[in-house]
C-alpha cells in the first residue's frame, strides 16, 4: 500500500491515480460524481471530555432502501478516530 493510499483511507480520503493525460478527464469526472452524492456528519465533544492522549475510535454505519424498499449498497468512507483537542490553560 502507497502512503497515499493509507493517509487517504485513515482519514477518508480518496486517491486519484492519473497515469496518462487521458485519465485526468475520468478521474475528475469520478470526483465529481462522488461529490454529488456525498453527506457531511458531525458530531460535538461533552464540557467535561478531557485530552488522555489516545486516538478515539469513530465508526459510520449506513443503512438505505431504494423506491422499492430493497437494501441499497452504499461506500461509506470517514475518518477512523479522533484525538481530543488540546486544551490550553490561560495564564493568570
Do not use: C, W
Not at 497515499?4 to 475520468?26: C, I
Not at 449506513?62 to 483537542?85: F, T
Request: charged fraction near 35%.
Amino acid at each position: 500500500m502507497h502512503a497515499a493510499d493509507y493517509l487517504a483511507e485513515q482519514t477518508g480520503g480518496q486517491v486519484m491515480s492519473v497515469g496518462r493525460p487521458d485519465d485526468l478527464a475520468t478521474g475528475l469526472e469520478s470526483i465529481i460524481t462522488d461529490l454529488a452524492s456525498r453527506y457531511s456528519l458531525g458530531f460535538s465533544l461533552d464540557e467535561n471530555e478531557r485530552d488522555d492522549g489516545r486516538m478515539h475510535q469513530l465508526e459510520v454505519k449506513v443503512e438505505a432502501d431504494d423506491a422499492q424498499g430493497k437494501k441499497r449498497k452504499l461506500k461509506v468512507r470517514a475518518r477512523r478516530g479522533y484525538y481530543m483537542p488540546k486544551v490550553s490553560k490561560a495564564s493568570d
